[in-house]
Nanobody, 125 residues
Framework: VQLVESGGGLVQAGGSLRLSCAVS????????MGWFRQAPGKEREFVAV????????YYADSVKGQFTISRDNALNTVYLQMNSLKPEDTAVYYC???????????????????WGQGTQVTVSS
């Protein structure tokens, strides 16, 4: 399974970005997919997860109501829509795939077996 993120960049506070994660090597519709982020000097933290069916989502409290995870199975792509961005959202964002079916919701780094290379999001004040 290969994951490739895109869509990061520099945005002013209050702006929006949509991250994409292209999945290859596995049918997306069979995999729960998550997003994590890692700020400089901090541990990688959970952001959002969507079930394999796409019917369930779960968010970190810090992004609830601000970020939205979605997927397009036809394109084998997962998205993270980020609105009302704040400087504290600055981080490298990673998508991840849980191919072994960890317990829902998959909020731990160890719940995922495959990771993308990350995309930088920088929010200026």
């Amino acid at each position: 399974v290969q994951l490739v993120e895109s869509g990061g960049g520099l945005v002013q506070a209050g702006g929006s970005l949509r991250l994409s994660c292209a999945v290859s090597g596995r049918t997306l519709s069979s995999i729960p997919m998550g997003w994590f982020r890692q700020a400089p000097g901090k541990e990688r933290e959970f952001v959002a997860v969507m079930s394999w069916s796409g019917t369930s989502t779960y968010y970190a409290d810090s992004v609830k109501g601000q970020f939205t995870i979605s997927r397009d199975n036809a394109l084998n792509t997962v998205y993270l829509q980020m609105n009302s961005l704040k400087p504290e959202d600055t981080a490298v964002y990673y998508c991840a795939a849980d191919v072994t079916g960890s317990k829902w919701p998959q909020v731990r780094v160890s719940d995922y077996e495959y990771w993308g290379q990350g995309t930088q999001v920088t929010v200026s004040s």
